[in-house]
C-alpha cells in the first residue's frame, strides 16, 4: 500500500500570501515622495527668495544718474568784481537808485550778489556770468508793434546783443536795465525778484499803449 505523505508548501503558494504587503510598500513610497516634495519645496522658495535679494541688491548699487551740469551750478564761478560803468545821474534819478539798490536781493535765483567795479548805489551783478542790474539809463524806443512784456508788474521790452538779452523797464519814472547772458536760457525768468524790487521802490511812469493791456 502506497505511503502518503504530506507534501510541503510549494512555491506557488507564495506570492498569495505576500500580496497583502503591497499596498504598505506603496504607501512607503508614496510617503518617502511627500518628504522628499516637503523638503525640497522651501529650498526652492530659499533659492528664489535668495536670487531675489540678489537681484534687488544689484538694483539698489547701481549708481543713480548724475544730473547734468547746468550754466548755474557748474564750477568754480568767479566772485570778483564786475566791470559797470557808471554815468552820473541827476538828483532825482540818483535818489530813486540808490533806493532801488539798497532793497535788491541777495540773490536772482540762485546767483549770488557780487560787488562791482563802478556806481555800487546804480548798479549790481549776480553770479558768473553776471546777470547785472544798472538803474538811471535811458529808455529804449519802442514802436507800436513791437513786443512788450509784463512780469509782476513791471513792463520790460527787449533787445538782443550777440552773447545777452537786454531787458529794460518802460513804465517807470527811472528806468532800469537787466543784462542777462544767453547761457541763462530764457532772459524773462531773471526778472521777476528785480521786478518785485522795482514795484516797492520806483515810481510809475508813463508807459507805451503795449503795456498796459
Given at each position: 500500500m502506497d505511503k502518503i505523505t504530506d507534501s510541503p508548501v510549494t512555491d506557488s503558494a507564495q506570492p498569495d500570501e505576500a500580496a497583502p504587503e503591497r499596498p504598505a510598500r506603496d504607501r512607503t513610497t508614496r510617503g518617502a515622495a511627500?518628504?522628499?516634495?516637503?523638503?525640497?519645496?522651501?529650498?526652492?522658495?530659499?533659492?528664489?527668495?535668495?536670487?531675489f535679494v540678489q537681484l534687488s541688491s544689484n538694483e539698489r548699487a547701481e549708481p543713480a544718474a548724475t544730473p547734468s551740469a547746468t550754466v548755474t551750478t557748474a564750477g568754480p564761478r568767479s566772485t570778483a568784481p564786475v566791470e559797470m560803468t557808471a554815468p552820473v545821474?541827476?538828483?532825482?534819478?540818483?535818489?530813486v537808485c540808490r533806493a532801488l539798490l539798497s532793497q535788491l536781493p541777495a540773490t536772482v535765483n540762485d546767483l549770488p550778489q557780487r560787488p562791482v567795479t563802478a556806481g555800487p548805489e546804480q548798479?549790481?551783478?549776480?553770479?558768473?556770468?553776471?546777470?547785472?542790474?544798472?538803474?538811471?539809463?535811458?529808455?529804449?524806443?519802442?514802436?507800436?508793434?513791437?513786443?512788450?512784456?509784463?512780469?509782476?508788474?513791471?513792463?520790460?521790452?527787449?533787445?538782443?546783443?550777440?552773447?545777452?538779452?537786454?531787458?529794460?523797464t518802460l513804465d517807470r519814472e527811472t528806468a532800469v536795465t537787466v543784462r542777462v547772458p544767453r547761457s541763462y536760457g530764457q532772459a524773462l525768468q531773471w526778472v521777476p525778484p528785480v521786478s518785485d524790487t522795482i514795484v516797492a521802490t520806483v515810481p510809475s511812469g508813463a508807459a507805451p499803449s503795449g503795456c498796459q493791456g
Amino acid at each position: 500500500m502506497d505511503k502518503i505523505t504530506d507534501s510541503p508548501v510549494t512555491d506557488s503558494a507564495q506570492p498569495d500570501e505576500a500580496a497583502p504587503e503591497r499596498p504598505a510598500r506603496d504607501r512607503t513610497t508614496r510617503g518617502a515622495a511627500l518628504v522628499a516634495t516637503l523638503v525640497a519645496l522651501p529650498i526652492t522658495v530659499l533659492v528664489g527668495g535668495l536670487a531675489f535679494v540678489q537681484l534687488s541688491s544689484n538694483e539698489r548699487a547701481e549708481p543713480a544718474a548724475t544730473p547734468s551740469a547746468t550754466v548755474t551750478t557748474a564750477g568754480p564761478r568767479s566772485t570778483a568784481p564786475v566791470e559797470m560803468t557808471a554815468p552820473v545821474l541827476a538828483e532825482r534819478p540818483a535818489t530813486v537808485c540808490r533806493a532801488l539798490l539798497s532793497q535788491l536781493p541777495a540773490t536772482v535765483n540762485d546767483l549770488p550778489q557780487r560787488p562791482v567795479t563802478a556806481g555800487p548805489e546804480q548798479n549790481a551783478a549776480y553770479g558768473d556770468p553776471a546777470v547785472t542790474v544798472a538803474c538811471g539809463g535811458a529808455e529804449p524806443a519802442v514802436g507800436e508793434t513791437d513786443d512788450v512784456w509784463t512780469v509782476n508788474g513791471v513792463c520790460w521790452y527787449a533787445t538782443e546783443q550777440a552773447d545777452a538779452t537786454v531787458l529794460t523797464t518802460l513804465d517807470r519814472e527811472t528806468a532800469v536795465t537787466v543784462r542777462v547772458p544767453r547761457s541763462y536760457g530764457q532772459a524773462l525768468q531773471w526778472v521777476p525778484p528785480v521786478s518785485d524790487t522795482i514795484v516797492a521802490t520806483v515810481p510809475s511812469g508813463a508807459a507805451p499803449s503795449g503795456c498796459q493791456g
